[in-house]
């Protein structure tokens, strides 16, 4: 069996939601160690930006994921839900760009794009950002979106109960 053909295994053990509440409490109780705020981590990456909002492409952030960036914006808000219609606005411009840019640089087959929204849903800051993702049709995940893996992990509970 290939690397690509390994079959993939979710730990579902409830300790990430856990880990995920403890980070989402520290940064509250600690904005100034938000780097979504602060914006830290942005150095060191590409970046493009407009008014309201800004890429940041940094890659001690892509964690296998080549070309990842965020979608953050400048106003501090914690979700997609907090966005006035102008921020709303502002990110999809800016997603627009970045795709152009990707596009041309590194020629993806495909994006996954979105946004994790309170400790449930995977937001362990909390700080508003839209994850910008490409892929290549020689991904060992291609064809597999968001909900593939949700769904495969939801199967696997099930399974185990």
Wanted: hydrophobic residues 40%; contains cysteine; proline residues 7%.
């Amino acid at each position: 069996m290939t690397d690509q053909a390994k079959p993939l295994f979710f730990n579902l053990d409830g300790t990430l939601l856990q880990k995920r509440e403890r980070e989402w409490a520290h940064h509250l109780a600690q904005p100034d160690e938000n780097p979504l705020t602060t914006r830290a981590d942005f150095a060191g990456g590409f970046t493009l930006e407009n008014d309201l909002c800004v890429y940041t492409q940094n890659p001690k952030h892509f964690d296998g994921l080549p070309h990842s960036g965020l979608i953050v914006t400048k106003r501090p808000c914690e979700t997609v839900f907090d966005l006035t219609p102008a921020e709303a606005a502002a990110v999809h411009a800016l997603l627009h760009e970045v795709r152009a840019y990707l596009d041309a640089t590194v020629q993806p087959d495909g994006y996954t794009v979105g946004w994790n929204v309170y400790p449930a849903g995977g937001q362990h800051i909390p700080h508003v950002h839209l994850h910008v993702i490409p892929r290549w049709n020689t991904d060992a995940a291609a064809g597999a979106g968001a909900r593939y893996f949700l769904k495969a992990a939801a199967q696997a509970a099930e399974r185990r109960s």
